[in-house]
DNA sequence: AGGTGATCGATTGTCAACAATCTTTCATCT
DNA sequence: AGATGAAAGATTGTTGACAATCGATCACCT
């Protein structure tokens, strides 16, 4: 049936037209459908927990199976979702053991990405750091609360990328889509969302300032707020899946797939 | 074809199994792939930018193209190929920048698993790094370059599964592989490899001791010996790039997540 | 000769159908 | 009634064929 309507849909759905000289994109439609996913993912159009079928994707995505099932992997990888072989795949739900997980290694990594940066710190630093702190206080000031959550990791991700260090680049991406999962479901479990205004003066003054240790503090008491207020939400859930094994290297499960599955009632929304 | 084998691979974590119930091998051909593959890749049965073709691979393997791509795309994501959409797919080439970016986020990661577990260490803990520590110094007497390899990643493994930390475990094992290929190269051309049989005497002592600032700087130095010798290797190579003639290194990503990466490090450095 | 554009082979991307497996439902037995 | 087991429906896993794209080769034009 459709095989010809590929190149009006690859044409249709691409925004690349402003390029200089920047190099293509190859694209491909599991290119596409990553991004995509992932968007509707992190914007919350589906619930965590919810299951993802692949017929219905595919269907709504406009395209067949395959490419839709290879996206799904790469975002399973991701740690965005969760799947069963021949069972079935959900939007991973985050256990207080997960959320803790996350805020104790973003300390770790964003200092060591401090470190790499350091000396290297220049005008552009100073000037993106500044930025998008501005952008971040605007968004809590408009009271949106999406744009917040994405102007805070912004501002968190910039130095990420500043750092100059691949690896570790990628290892926070890896979080920042489980954070920003988390984030937007405790927006919506608690309607209003928690960052003050004055958030981040003290991590931008410091981060930009002559003092490593003063960063340092600033940086491990920042994650400690909001870790402790994270928790506090989280615990209030009764959710709590299964108690890890008292042993080290805990298979993650996604809870029992007949509580999971029987939970999840709202089918997808359309993603687009 | 026999459909009942073993191994399961739930996304994202690994193939452990442990109480008696412990939830069984659904097979996959795609996990067993993984498996395989990568098993492969790191034995060195390819060398570095050397090109894997879908349709050869699914015949040898003895499944069909489907299930193969997606065992690619997951090795992809750990980093241990890269591709180039309708081009091509490689065996990683690792670069003097990549190996570096490897031991510098060794040094912190590493430090902050034995952050996480300093407090928790028991009588199990200490066995296994002893263990481990002495099938290591055994490999190295047998001059069993092969398994010393592994051995030395067991060693440094079971730290960071003892964490009882996944994110972090999941980081190790995705720098794992990047290691234990550059390793396995680096045996390859070097002939002999270069842990010192007292290599990791210090490091075991340290880690059992009670002074956690002498493990630091134990492990900072550790890597920094490893590093050095590392760059060493590489920059007397650079001048020859392995066969394959057009290669690769310099612009090896796919149109995947490593894209924002490397897409995001140049626009740090250019104007905008 | 040097550059240019078409052609061919090889490889990856995509599709639609088929098979295996899981969950649920419902009839049956104790 | 409660438990047990078989059939049905739904979903994922797998396959082989087809289409799009890339790189190299070679004829052709300036």
């Known amino acids: 049936m459709g095989r010809g309507m590929k190149e009006a849909r690859l044409g249709g759905g691409d925004t690349r037209s402003v390029s200089q000289f920047a190099r293509v994109p190859k694209s491909t439609f599991r290119a596409h459908i990553v991004d995509g996913l992932r968007q509707a993912i992190l914007r919350g159009d589906m619930e965590p927990g919810s299951p993802l079928i692949e017929a219905n994707l ?44 996350i805020y104790s290694i973003r300390v770790n990594l964003e200092i060591f990405a401090f470190e790499q940066i350091w000396p290297r710190r220049d005008a552009q630093f100073r000037d993106g750091l500044v930025r998008r702190h501005e952008a971040l206080t605007q968004c809590i000031d408009a009271q949106d609360d999406a744009a917040s959550i994405s102007a805070e990791l912004e501002l968190h991700g910039f130095v990420y990328e500043a750092a100059g260090h691949r690896i570790l680049l990628k290892t926070w991406e890896s979080i920042r889509g489980r954070l920003q999962l988390y984030w937007a479901a405790h927006h919506r479990a608690h309607g209003i969302r928690g960052p003050r205004r004055d958030g981040h003066d003290d991590y931008v003054r410091t981060a930009l300032g002559d003092n490593f240790e003063d960063l340092r503090q600033e940086i491990t008491g920042h994650m400690a707020r909001g870790g402790s207020q994270t928790e506090a939400f989280l615990a209030s859930r009764v959710q709590e899946p299964i108690a890890p094994p008292s042993l080290p290297s805990a298979a993650n499960d996604a809870g029992t797939t007949a509580a999971a599955a029987s939970r999840a009632r709202e089918l997808s929304k359309s993603v687009e």
Not at 82 to 89: A, E, L, N, R, S
């Open 58 to 101: 595919a269907s709504q995505f406009g395209v067949s199976r395959g490419p839709l099932r290879e996206a799904m992997r790469q975002l399973i990888d991701e740690g965005l979702l969760v799947t069963v072989p021949y069972t079935g795949t959900h939007v991973v739900d985050l256990s207080v053991e997960d959320v803790r997980e």
